[in-house]
């Protein structure tokens, strides 16, 4: 199973679902997606989201 961290993180930081995506490059609705665990981004968005946050990808997103 995937485990999803990003909401924990995004919330931390402060930030809105807004601010992420604008800050990802992606939409809002993406965000939400991936928070709900409707939606497992590929890499390239891991990776934005990742940078976004300045997290390693490997907190944000693991397998147990």
Partial sequence: ???????DFRKGGG???EELANRAGVSRQTI??????KFIPG???A????????TPIYKLFYFV
């Fill in 15 to 17: 930030l809105t679902q």
């Fill in 32 to 37: 939400i997606s991936i928070e709900k665990n």
């Fill in 47 to 54: 990776l934005k989201i990742s940078k976004s946050l300045n």
């Fill in 1 to 7: 199973m995937l485990v999803n961290r990003v909401k």
């Fill in 43 to 45: 890499l390239d968005v």
